[in-house]
């Protein structure tokens, strides 16, 4: 089936920036709609940005004007660059993908609803 594998974390200052990567293996119909989702220890997952099979995009408040999804020339490759860091955007990072269209392709929907999650990656950024 479908596998998501995310790359790309590590430990920054805040400040920096940062690129993840996810590819994923396989193809299934269920996939209009992609995102990145991040849990700090302690807290709930939440979701960071999404883009739908049109490419477009929606973001979190608390990212919005720093962090980017786009998806690379192969569809199945999904990105998130992340610039002007904060200690508060540590977490594990997961990408995930869902939906059979890409008409509700937005964070609380796909958070519910995505069919494929990858194992994630650890962002660290410390002040």
């Known amino acids: 089936q479908v596998q998501l594998v995310e790359s790309g974390g590590g430990s920054m200052q805040a400040g920096g920036s940062l690129k993840l990567s996810c590819v994923a293996s396989g193809y299934s119909d269920n996939m209009h709609c992609m995102g990145w989702f991040r849990q700090a220890p302690g807290k709930e997952r939440e979701g960071v940005a999404v883009i739908d099979s049109g490419g477009s995009a929606s973001y979190a408040d608390s990212v919005k004007g720093r962090f980017t999804i786009s998806k690379g020339n192969a569809e199945n490759t999904l990105y998130l660059q992340m610039n002007s860091l904060k200690p508060e955007d540590t977490g594990m990072y997961y990408c995930?993908?869902?939906?059979?269209?890409?008409?509700?392709?937005?964070?609380?929907?796909?958070?519910?609803?995505?069919?494929?999650w990858g194992q994630g990656t650890q962002v660290t950024v410390s002040s």
């Open positions: 995930a993908a869902g939906l059979a269209s890409p008409d509700y392709c937005y964070i609380d929907i796909l958070i519910q609803n995505a069919n494929y």
